[in-house]
């Protein structure tokens, strides 16, 4: 009886999952993921985005943390050589 009143397969809906089917194997979903990846080389520019946004953060970031590190192991090396003075 649950037979007489299900789809035919040509007319199923899409699963709930946004369109994309189960099985990762079949066409349709390789046909899906290939057209979500290759839009217009729209990929390859937000990645060059990312990489000079990181650069632009990353670099100075770098350079900054660098030069606190040098200052901390002046400043301990000070210390040390006060501390092994022979004063009194």
Avoid: C
């Amino acid at each position: 009886m649950g037979k007489m009143f299900s789809r035919p397969e040509s007319r199923r809906r899409a699963p709930a999952s946004g369109g994309l089917p189960r099985n990762p194997l079949s066409k349709r979903y390789l046909r899906y993921w290939r057209r979500r990846w290759a839009r217009d080389g729209q990929r390859g520019a937000t990645m060059l985005e990312t990489v000079l946004l990181l650069a632009a953060v990353v670099l100075p970031s770098y350079a900054i943390i660098q030069l606190g590190l040098r200052a901390l192991f002046g400043h301990y090396q000070l210390v040390t050589t006060l501390n092994g003075l022979p004063l009194p």
